[in-house]
């Protein structure tokens, strides 16, 4: 009995030595079935690190796409500004012109090229194409008119006698000379976009039509030789353009407009004379008459009113720019 008492300590004594060898050698290799070695975890190499690479815009699809797109035929409508002038712009500011042409049709952009140059065309119309501001510019009129009348006559001075003899008694003879004069100021309001022309009528009828008409047959304005006019007023087109700020530029263009006798409307423009003026937005500007020649001014600024007198107008300006 006490030789297998003490054989059973002597087996428990070698299993627990056993476990405590495997517990302090994990490298230890033990025989077992179904067993794997195992590296220890502290000894793993860590993973490595995650690096994002950007994408790069030039390596998208969509501008790979268009890289190999060839030139393509676009229209684009030209709203507010001169397409001509905005023909001008665009190419001097294209990074790459090869292959670009442009062309004007009517108010509209018959543009030719890559991609990018299209989108350059884009954004060069948004700016050169936006909407214009308003000028608003009150015309104030002071017309000063007069007329002179000159009567002679004759009227009896006494009774007068009818007999066989005739009629006897005496005459008295009457000499007046007799003027008027008055006064009308008026203000009217044209309103015009910026760089855009808008007319304001100057008078209701043109006292010196014939001499005017002749003198734009003189400068070339008129090719017909036998004009009538039917019903004709003189105007001033005006063209407001914003060149700096708080500036304006006016342009005062004298002419005639009506309708001839065989029905046509008919424009007569003395652009010769045409006066430009700048002022500051809400300053007052006398227009006393056009200097390049006085006596086209005397006769132009010169009208008649409904009473058959003879008038004559001052014009003062006052633009404002409207927000």
Not at 24 to 29: A, I, M, Q, S, W
Not at 80 to 103: C, N, Q
Not at 198 to 221: D, K, M, N, Q
């Amino acid at each position: 009995m006490k030789l297998i008492f003490f054989a059973l300590i002597l087996l428990m004594m070698i299993s627990c030595q056993y476990q405590a060898v495997e517990k302090e050698d994990p490298f230890t290799t033990i025989h077992r079935p179904n067993a794997r070695w195992q590296a220890p975890a502290q000894t793993r190499p860590p993973p490595p690190p995650t690096v994002k690479i950007p994408s790069s815009p030039m390596l998208t699809k969509k501008s790979i796409a268009q890289e190999k797109q060839g030139p393509s035929l676009k229209i684009y409508k030209v709203h507010y500004a001169d397409p001509a002038e905005v023909a001008k712009v665009i190419p001097l500011m294209m990074p790459s012109p090869e292959g670009f042409t442009l062309e004007t049709v009517d108010r509209k952009l018959v543009v030719r090229g890559t991609p990018a140059q299209h989108e350059v065309v884009r954004t060069m119309l948004r700016d050169l194409d936006a909407p214009p501001k308003n000028i608003q510019v009150l015309v104030h009129f002071n017309t000063r008119g007069g007329s002179y009348n000159k009567e002679a006559g004759i009227r009896p001075r006494g009774p007068m006698v009818i007999d066989r003899g005739g009629v006897h008694g005496s005459l008295q003879g009457r000499l007046r000379d007799q003027s008027t004069s008055s006064r009308e100021n008026t203000t009217q309001m044209l309103v015009a976009a910026d760089g855009r022309s808008a007319s304001i009528r100057v008078g209701e009828s043109v006292p010196h039509i014939a001499w005017l008409t002749e003198y734009g047959r003189r400068w070339g304005y008129v090719r017909n030789v036998g004009i009538e006019w039917r019903d004709v007023g003189s105007f001033l087109a005006m063209e407001p353009t914003l060149v700096g700020s708080g500036m304006i530029r006016i342009r005062l263009i004298p002419e005639l407009s009506g309708r001839l006798e065989n029905g046509e409307r008919h424009r007569i423009q003395f652009t010769h004379l045409a006066t430009e003026v700048t002022v500051r937005d809400g300053q007052t500007l006398s227009i006393g008459g056009f200097s390049k020649d006085k006596d086209f001014s005397s006769k132009f600024l010169i009208g008649r009113s409904r009473h058959g007198e003879s008038t004559i107008t001052d014009i003062t300006l006052t633009p404002h720019i409207l927000d």
